[in-house]
């Protein structure tokens, strides 16, 4: 599994997916940093990444658009970086074997316990 990791979120998780096994990058280490996220959909989707965010209203609206998607995990609520790595490594273990292909997963932190959804998005869901 190919993640990107949106600069929003901390640079921490690209080393905690490596660990796991994934390839993980980040936005800011690609030079992309600022970019907009609609430009960022080409390099996403040229990549085959799964991109990790929690720019939740953007970037459900621009995969909406796209057909084919290797998925969107979205982190919802608020999170210091302790609470995204913790979320991330307790998270990465579920989805090893799991298609993410035009899937969008919701990850939040309820009352300690991580919780995740999954939902079909994309332009022929």
Request: net charge negative.
């Amino acid at each position: 599994m190919r993640f990107l990791i949106d600069e929003c979120l901390s640079h921490t998780l690209v080393d905690i997916a490596n660990s796991c096994g994934c390839e993980a990058h980040h936005v800011t280490r690609l030079n992309r940093g600022g970019t907009e996220d609609r430009h960022l959909i080409p390099l996403i989707l040229n990549g085959d990444f799964t991109l990790v965010t929690n720019n939740a209203d953007d970037f459900r609206r621009l995969y909406g658009k796209v057909a084919l998607h290797a998925g969107l995990i979205l982190f919802i609520g608020q999170m210091n970086r302790p609470m995204q790595q913790r979320v991330f490594r307790d998270f990465l273990p579920r989805i090893s074997d799991v298609d993410l292909i035009n899937t969008l997963v919701e990850v939040r932190l309820d009352n300690d316990t991580v919780r995740t959804s999954f939902h079909a998005i994309g332009s022929h869901c």
